[in-house]
Structures are given as structure tokens and as C-alpha cells.
């Protein structure tokens, strides 16, 4: 199972935006769902969106509907996250994941920092 | 939607003893239930799916099982190695929710 790479972590002030990327190096991006996870310093895990592998159906938790985007390029084997109207509770590392067997293929994250 | 209940929260336990973690759900998801472990720094590694199929890789010594509501992880005999986090998701349908979390320790 090779590592998906997540890129695009950085420190925001609240309000602002920033956008994730995740890289499958595998072949087969396209047949899989993809979600992103996160966990939030010293805090469990929280699964925050998710979509199909064509990309139609979209999914959100509750906490971030309506500020989050999930989307992919199946062209690219990339997946995207756009996150808007950033909180400092959304401070966390953010894991994306292949939806096979749970959640497989998970990369090192990458850390977003709300903050003023 | 879906909640997963995991219980206890921390257990602290010796080298050698046999471990079981439970993870409730608040409505039936057959057998879509993974388990992950967790160590600090790292992200989450697969260890059960399907509810009790062992990932490639993963020591005999971990096995899961249950279905519906109800569902267990047991490490038959601690090694220094697992002393970790470990995570029930849910993975039905969207949200693929997960547990809480137990944290290991040792005694």
C-alpha cells in the first residue's frame, strides 16, 4: 500500500483560507473514495469529509458544512480540500486517506495552524 | 448519524496480559467497523477491517471481532511494541465516524 502525500499546511489567521492537496502515486486513484481525517493537538481522531471516486458525492461532518470543499482530479491523482472562514478550533493535523477497508494509505499530514 | 462509543478510555495493563477493547455503535453497521492503532507523532495504522479480518502485516496476536452494534479488539498477549492509541471508524456509510479512542498504557 503506498503513502498518499499531503501538502498545503501552513499558519492562517481566523477567517482566512487555505487549500490541502493529497498525491496518490498509486494507479488506481480513480476506483477509490477519498476522505480527509484530522486530529487537533493532543485530541482524537475526527473524520472531516469525504467523496466518491468520481467526485459527484461530496460529504461533510457538521463542524465544517458550508466552510469546507472536497474535491479531486482524477487526471492528476490529486485530491483537494479547500477550507474558508477558518476557526482556531479547525488548528489540527490533516491526514487525507484512501476510503478501502476504513481508511488505508495514510500519509505523514500535514499541520494547519489557526492563529492571530 | 452514526455514533461510536469506545470503552474504556485509558487501560493500563503489564507485558503479557490479554486486552479487549469495546466499541459500540448506536445503530447496526453489519461488519464495517475497522481498528487502528496510534502512536505519538505517527499517523493511524490499520489493523482490523471487516470487523475481524487482519490487515497484511499486522501479528496474529491482535484480533477483532463482533457485528451489528457491538465489537471488540483483543491483543492476546502485550508486547513493549502496543502500547498506543487505538481507534474503532465506522466505514458503512458517510460519515465514516470513529470512537473516541482507549489509550494503552503500561502498568
Known amino acids: 500500500e503506498e503513502q498518499l502525500l499531503e501538502s498545503g499546511g501552513g499558519l492562517v489567521q481566523p477567517g482566512g483560507s487555505l487549500r490541502l492537496s493529497c498525491a496518490d502515486p498509486g494507479l488506481s486513484f480513480s476506483r477509490y473514495g477519498m476522505s480527509w481525517v484530522r486530529q487537533a493537538p493532543g485530541r482524537g481522531l475526527e473524520w472531516v469529509s469525504g467523496l466518491s471516486g468520481s467526485g459527484a458525492s461530496t460529504y461533510y461532518a457538521d463542524s465544517v458544512k458550508g466552510r469546507f470543499t472536497i474535491s479531486r482530479d482524477n487526471s492528476k491523482n490529486t485530491l483537494y480540500l479547500q477550507m474558508n472562514s477558518l476557526r482556531v478550533e479547525d488548528t489540527a493535523v490533516y491526514y487525507c486517506?484512501?476510503?478501502?477497508?476504513?481508511?488505508?494509505?495514510w500519509g505523514q499530514g500535514t499541520l494547519v495552524t489557526v492563529s492571530s | 448519524d452514526i455514533q461510536m462509543t469506545q470503552s474504556p478510555s485509558t487501560l493500563s495493563a503489564s507485558v503479557g496480559d490479554r486486552v479487549t477493547i469495546t466499541c459500540r455503535a448506536s445503530q447496526t453497521i453489519s461488519s464495517w467497523l475497522a481498528w487502528y492503532q496510534q502512536k505519538p507523532g505517527k499517523a493511524p495504522k490499520l489493523l482490523i477491517y471487516k470487523a475481524s479480518s487482519l490487515e497484511s502485516g499486522v501479528p496474529s496476536r491482535f484480533s477483532g471481532s463482533g457485528s451489528g452494534t457491538e465489537f471488540t479488539l483483543t491483543i492476546s498477549s502485550l508486547q513493549p511494541d502496543d502500547f498506543a492509541t487505538y481507534y474503532c471508524?465506522?466505514?458503512?456509510?458517510?460519515?465514516?465516524?470513529f470512537g473516541q479512542g482507549t489509550n494503552l498504557e503500561i502498568k
Open positions: 486517506a484512501k476510503d478501502w477497508k476504513g481508511s488505508t494509505g
Open positions: 471508524q465506522k466505514y458503512n456509510t458517510y460519515p465514516h465516524t
